[in-house]
């Protein structure tokens, strides 16, 4: 072990190894435990202000939900999400799962099925570049309808 | 997979490698004390630290000195992070008002980030206070990122041509963290919280649904850990769903991100590998075997047919493609975190993930990736010398039967630490507590928490329901063993290098095509032999009885 100097202090667990080995985890604990994610805090929090508290989506004002999280639906009036899902929270449901479900939802409000179809369809999303396929955000789709059809969905508007 | 998707995959993959390649220069150069563009910003504030850690940064250590440097530092960081989350109740960003965590909950907690594992016994967004979720969690994700690097460093160091030790612990760490991981995780963070990510110490946003119904949403410092736990292939998500979560992994864009970041480091460590050697070309049979051991887990993978976007486990917006693509990079780099329910997967899926986990280097964690490659580098030598009847050399290093022992030892320690404990589960009755299941479903969940324990990888089948006495003891063992022993057994061995006559024969070119696919089929050997049987009875069994996924 030519050149190797030897480590300072009595034994391998003298002070000299444990007093910067506590110091050096400190200092990991400040800068990147409590500094580093307030610092990001700060910078989200100024430039993406609506990211980085959860997308809450408004409704008059009033928040009520957010596009990253499903909300129970449970009238027949409004498009349902899925209950089975690795985070069970899933938002989406798939282009044929919206379109099946336009059928109940016209037949519960009188919405012409077309109409319903034109609204899915204008509310696709999911393509990033290439990557990805198309899905619909049910909590998006629903105040769409809400607030395309202020008659049928009024008491919620 | 369509051609499409196969065209997404070369994508993403062709960025990583492009990417990594060109960051390489500037990665090795933080272990070589080169200047870098910033220098006015890190050398300031590192020379801060030195000062109060009262160490002498330059002076090289032997193997010894520098791992228990590490394993005490890293001691510490987990008591610290111990502390945190036992009491979180009464340090301050607890808007939730969470109560302190079990005693075996926060232990084995600590051990699984300590070690950079992430295997999580708990759900994040129902039991961790922000300060938790900031000093205990994302903390332990960077502090064990940091010493995974540095044992790979140090590793190389000790086949440097005139090298006079291993590097020195603190300077290795502190600049880690000062110039790779806390500037690649600012600005992934912040493009994380673009996409969508929250970002906030404000407590859960509570409102009124449509219907009236009441709903919390859980959010938090969520991007600062996400960014981390994907760049230093840790895995420990925000919440127990992981990257399947929407508010931690919202879109398409953000999967690609994640993806693209945890495959980022362990590939751009091995470029730099030839560059700290001072021997690019070595770096190829790596890299070569690396991705041909990645390739096939993903062909492996990808035989079977996809799940629907609909199907149960699966988020819409990834569907079966970028969910599976995450399942094998996930295992091949020992992040552990998932953007889709393990039992969503198809049998032949789970079998690659085994063999990301058993293989460790495909291209494998942060730093250790690099050591468990040199490992089998190594062994290839010694069997290739073996049939040629030539003496093993390595850069002109000869390997000797005590190299050989402590590589073998290395490498047997994993199939111990995940077989043993396996049996155990079933004898003591602790896999029939969780409802493992006695079938070959059964026996992989078993097998897997293992596997994920011992490999440091972290993703897991059981979850929350894995928090039993039992389970947070053994894992906490076996992923200190999993994590310390080969390591430290690896330094040895590199430490042994130091001072060691080279020998400038015209003896085996490792740089060679040859030597690659040699070291490819050697890895596959030594891993397949090793599981076989219990695959057997596992995956491959569940594959055989028709079963598409987990869930039937």
Redesign the interface.
Known sequence: ?????K?RGPG??GKS?????????????V????A??????A???T??PY??????VK?DG??????????????PI?FQP?N???????????L??ALSQAERVSNATGIPLAQLDRLVYENV????L????P?VNV?KL??LL?QSYPEIYGK?G | MDLSEAFELFLILGSVLISARLLAPYVAGVYTNSRSRLERVFAPLEKLIFRALGVDALRVMGWKEYFLSAVIANAFAMALAFVILMFQNFFPLDPQGFHGLSLGLAFQTVVSFGTNTNLQHYNGESSLSYLSQMGAIQFLQFSSAATGICFGVAMVRGFITGSKGLGNFYSDFVRTITRILLPFSLLSSVALVWLGVPQTISGYASVIGIEGIRQTIPVGPVASLVSIMQIGTNGGGYYGANSAYPLQNPNPATDVLELYLMMLLPTCLIFAFGRLLGKKREARPLLISAYSLYALNLLVAFLAPLPSAQAPGIEVRFGGFLSTFWTVTTTSTMTGSVNASLYAMNPLAILSAFMGMFVQAAPGGVGSGLAYMLMYVLITVFVVGLMSGRTPEYLGLKIGARDLKLLMLAFLIHPLIILVPTILAYVSGAAAAVNAGSGPLGLTAIMYEFASAASNNGSDFLGAAANTQFFNLSTAFVMLIGRYAPLGLLMALSGSMIGRKRFFTTGLDTASFAFSGVLVLSVLVLVVLTFLPFLALGPILSYLRGMVNGFG
């Not at chain 1, 089975?84 to 798939?94: E, K, L, M, Q, Y």
């Not at chain 1, 290439?130 to 396929?133: A, L």
């Open positions: 072990m030519g050149g190797v100097t480590p391998w667990l190894n444990l007093t910067p080995a506590l110091r050096l985890a400190l200092i990991t604990l800068v990147c435990g409590i580093f994610p307030l610092l990001v805090t910078v989200a929090q430039l993406f990211q980085a508290d959860g997308e809450l409704l009033r928040a009520v939900g957010s596009n990253l999280l499903a909300q129970q639906f449970t009238r409004f899925r089975n899902s690795a985070s069970g929270v899933d938002p989406d449901i798939t044929e799962n999303q999911g393509r990033f290439i990557f990805g396929s899905y909590l629903n105040l809400i919620y």
